[in-house]
């Protein structure tokens, strides 16, 4: 297995907008207690977080944040996630993405309740829109609403036997298809990177099929700095980003502290010989920095 250390660079990340334990200030927070100079806050589908901590100056000083989203698409039918970074997370073109994946979103969550309360269960689905707090209600809030309830043990129990695959609560999303996901984010001025690849048991040919794929539709990185990553499939995922071009990313995947095994920051070390998604970032902070200095901090969409 990969031996992880710690960095100053983190570009994968989640906060209480989407599926993280943490508030974006708290987060924050976690970074710098962990040393970490340059965060970039991935929630799932949205960047209302970081829209949330511009606008409240929530960020602390020595600590730079990036725009970020950890997308969900469709690839032959597999949901796929793809993070974007660097986009004008202030612009017209990315509030309608996110509004257009907000209602994905929330239809989902509507059809499993609907399904849910047919087997029998009780559900307030106002004490479940507070557990989304900020962010789109999904299957985590019905899960965590379940347990505290009473109605099921564990959360496990939960995905086994009623949310999991297969199950009663089982709502396959209507995701954009792959290249639909790349456009939105090259047009909001973002690099779209394929996340945590080792995650979707792909075999060398899949593997290569998707990466065809990905680049062909204007993909440019690929996360290969994976906790949990094999040293065979680093390996290859390293001579498939050589051999195509690709920028190399990555980072932690932190989601809270209960996760004793992720630490923010902390993750394999950088493969030598080929650029790094850090520094295409580090570019990028002079567009970031003129939209909050042109006032565009009126938290548009946050809920």
């Known amino acids: 297995m990969i031996v992880n250390v710690q960095h100053r660079w983190e570009m994968h990340c989640h906060s209480r907008f989407s599926d993280g334990r943490l508030s974006p200030e708290a987060l924050l927070a976690e970074a710098q207690a962990k040393g970490v100079e340059h965060l970039a806050l991935t929630d799932h589908d949205t960047a209302r977080g970081y829209r949330y901590a511009v606008d409240q100056q929530l960020v602390p000083p020595g600590l730079t944040l990036y725009p970020g989203a950890e997308m969900s698409c469709l690839w032959h039918g597999r949901t796929l996630h793809i993070v974007g970074l660097g986009m004008d997370v202030y612009s017209d073109t990315w509030l309608a993405v996110e509004a257009d994946l907000d209602q994905r979103r929330r239809r989902r969550f509507d059809r499993i309740i609907e399904l849910l309360v047919r087997a029998g269960f009780e559900l307030d689905v106002e004490q479940i829109l507070q557990r989304a707090e900020f962010g789109v209600p999904a299957r985590p809030h019905i899960a965590d609403y379940l347990v505290e309830t009473g109605q099921v043990s564990s959360l496990g129990s939960v995905y086994k036997r009623w949310l999991g695959q297969g199950k009663v609560g089982d709502v396959k999303q209507q995701w954009p298809e792959l290249g639909e996901t790349i456009d939105a984010i090259h047009r909001s001025g973002g690099m ?81 010989d080929v650029p790094l998604v850090q520094d295409w970032l580090a570019n990028q902070n002079a567009p970031v920095q003129s939209a909050v200095q042109a006032g565009n901090c009126s938290a548009v969409g946050l809920k």
Do not use: M
Request: charged fraction near 25%.
């Open 192 to 272: 779209a990177v394929l996340a945590h690849p080792h995650r979707y048991k792909l075999t060398w040919t899949k593997a290569r099929e998707l990466l065809d794929d990905f680049t062909d539709a204007g993909g440019e990185a690929v996360e290969i700095a994976c906790a949990g990553l094999h040293p065979d499939l680093r390996k290859f995922l390293v001579n498939q980003a050589r051999e195509r071009h690709l920028w190399v990313g990555g980072g932690s995947d932190f989601h809270g502290p209960e996760q004793k095994w992720i630490s923010l920051g902390r993750y394999p070390s950088w493969p030598l």
